[in-house]
């Protein structure tokens, strides 16, 4: 359970800062109905690298994709929530018709409506986007992982600070009068 912050109520994330190693990993479902097919977020000290599970309507797996993003590229991270209208009217479509097909093969009529959920499903999507170099890059991530999506964000908003924070001199030599910055230690 992460450890929350009683004064604004907002979750921390965990992160094992070190030059070595990963500080922060989360793994998202690339679809629905392929719970089991994980696509993942990674952070550490220099980049953020995301590793997406492509999929031809959430239901056929169809490769992956990898992009490397610097800290020092990244500007913003956050989290949306979308619907797509085509992707529910398809998912109902498609149910209706596995429901009508109990009667003359009741096997293929659980598949068709098993597939019809799953893309209906596949609809509502919470979007992660990451502004870098002035475009954004969105990662869909399923309504029921948005957790994940949102400790992501946190874990990169916070790469971002420790990226700011050792570049400053300031900071780093301590020559700060008590004057210059509020709780600067």
Request: charged letters at 25%.
């Amino acid at each position: 359970m992460p450890e929350v912050n009683r004064e604004t109520g907002e979750t921390k994330v965990e992160m094992n800062k070190s030059r070595d190693r990963t500080w922060f990993k989360k793994e998202f479902s690339a679809s629905a109905l392929l719970f089991w097919i994980k696509g993942s977020v990674s952070v550490d000290y220099r980049f953020v690298k995301v590793v997406e599970q492509n999929t031809v309507l959430g239901l056929i797996p169809a490769g992956s994709h990898k992009q490397n993003i610097p800290l020092k590229n990244i500007s913003d991270a956050s989290v949306d929530t979308s619907y797509s209208v085509k992707d529910f009217i398809f998912g109902i479509i498609i149910a209706f018709i596995g429901l009508a097909m109990f009667g003359s093969s009741t096997l293929f009529g659980v598949i068709l409506l098993l597939i019809g959920v799953g893309i209906f499903l596949n609809g509502i999507m919470t979007k992660l986007s990451i502004e870098k170099a002035g475009s954004a890059y969105e990662i869909q991530v399923l309504f029921y992982d948005k957790q994940s999506a949102l400790d992501i964000q946190k874990a990169i908003e916070e790469a971002l600070s420790t990226d700011i924070d050792k570049t400053d001199q300031s900071l780093y030599n301590k020559r700060l009068s008590e004057d210059d910055m509020d709780n600067v230690q």
